[in-house]
């Protein structure tokens, strides 16, 4: 299995809006406003959680893997299951992982982490990065 780099928590950030909310500063029109799209891929595509919505608490949040990078093609900016990262970072150079959790009942949504898998970029002489294939390829 590949190794998550560069991860990013945003556990700090959700507290701060649940806090607005809890304090009447935010309405709660500002954090449930997930889009269609969103509550799509919650549906189909999402892992069910034991955390409870912090908003309605109604239902159990649902976390939806959205994957981008250069390498993946048509497959960037999709709703992937986490079964399906392995196999995707086996094949893959470097691509971007963002996790959001979703409540399917009001909408809450809000980014809980990204992270970074795929093939690390070899520094050896004679193999090119990512970055330079970028490079030469604007060049021709």
């Not at 990013?8 to 806090?19: C, E, G, I, N, W």
């Not at 608490?57 to 981008?68: A, D, G, I, P």
Request: proline fraction near 5%.
């Amino acid at each position: 299995m590949s190794i998550r780099r560069s991860v990013v928590d945003y556990s700090l950030q959700r507290r701060a809006l649940l806090a607005n909310v809890y304090a009447g500063r935010a309405g709660t029109f500002e954090a449930c406003d997930a889009h269609p799209y969103l509550q799509r891929a919650a549906k189909y595509h999402g892992t069910a959680t034991d955390t409870p919505c912090p908003i309605c608490r109604k239902e159990r949040l649902t976390n939806v893997y959205y994957v981008y990078g250069d390498d993946l093609g048509h497959v960037s900016g999709q709703a992937k299951a986490p079964v399906e990262l392995p196999a995707l970072a086996a094949v893959h150079s470097e691509f971007n992982v963002y996790v959001v959790e979703v409540c399917k009942t009001c909408g809450w949504n809000h980014l809980v982490r990204s992270f970074v898998l795929g093939k690390e970029p070899s520094n050896e002489p004679g193999q090119h990065t990512g970055s330079r294939r970028r490079r030469q390829a604007a060049r021709e």
